[in-house]
């Protein structure tokens, strides 16, 4: 009988390919993964009703999202870590007085403090997403978030991380940033769901390919990184696989004796 081990996916640039689609042998991994009795879990930095789609499609429960804010095991939520919200409040004000909009993101949905905005539209249309945020600039009031954009050119960033230093700061578009809890991350997500599990760290993976998978993929004892990670990236991992446009996914499966 097979090990039981735990595989922990990334979704943009690691499951989803360039043009935002689930390639065929990717999907065929996640099932032979499963019917081998393997736990496949997702770690992110979407929030939850940005791949509600993709865990119907691959039939998975367990997942870190929101970059370790919002960690969910097999359907039950186990950990949240929301945004402290007088910290976030003052940065809006701040946000306002430099014209740079922001959204504001909890578990169920996500909504602007501007009826709309060009670097909005610009950087979530990459996403490829059916949902886009409405505008309530109040929607901060009597509810956990647990991340926001701030939309800014690359650099204008820097006067935030200054001031808030409850937050972190991950730039993911030239024209906006994650906010999100000081020191949060997918690294800390896996640790709570794998201690829950007993799985030991020889039968933990990971594969990602993005700047906010740094610290998982240095901490996950068996971390792969995609082909199409930046040097940086790759550096952090254990092994790097081919890209995720050139069947990653499964070639990385292989080389790790999974497949």
């Known amino acids: 009988m097979t090990e039981q ?9 690691t499951l989803l390919d360039s043009q935002k689609e689930l390639p065929s042998t990717t999907k065929e991994a996640i099932f032979t993964l499963k019917d081998k009795g393997h736990i496949v879990a997702i770690a992110t930095g979407r929030a939850p009703f940005m791949f509600k789609k993709l865990r119907e499609e691959l039939d998975i429960h367990t997942y870190v999202s929101y970059n370790g804010q919002y960690v969910v095991l097999n359907g039950e939520v186990i950990y949240t870590n929301p945004l402290n919200i ?6 809006t004000d701040k946000a306002i007085d430099n014209q740079h909009p922001v959204v ?17 539209n610009e950087s979530l249309s990459t996403m490829k997403l059916d949902v886009h945020p409405t505008h309530d600039p109040h929607y901060y009031k009597g509810r956990n978030l647990y991340q926001s954009l701030l939309f800014c050119l690359e650099g204008e960033e820097k006067q935030y991380e200054a001031e808030f230093s409850a937050f972190d700061f991950i730039r993911w578009h030239p024209m906006s940033v ?16 794998v201690e829950e599990l007993g799985i030991p760290k020889e039968r933990q993976f990971a594969f990602g390919d993005g700047l906010n998978d740094m610290e998982m993929l240095s901490t996950v004892y068996n971390s792969i990184a995609m082909g199409n990670a930046v040097e940086k990236v790759k550096s952090a991992a254990k092994y790097v696989t081919k890209s995720v446009d050139d069947h990653g996914i499964f070639h990385g499966l292989q080389m790790v004796g999974l497949l």
Do not use: C, T
């Not at 081990?5 to 640039?13: E, K, L």
């Open 104 to 120: 504001y993101m909890d578990h169920e949905d996500m909504k602007a403090n501007v009826p709309d905005h060009p670097y909005i």
């Open 178 to 193: 994650d906010i999100l809890p000081k020191d949060g991350s997918k690294a800390k997500g896996i640790e709570i769901i």
């Open 5 to 13: 081990s735990v595989i922990f996916f990334d979704i943009d640039g």
């Open 86 to 91: 007088s910290s976030l409040i003052r940065l």
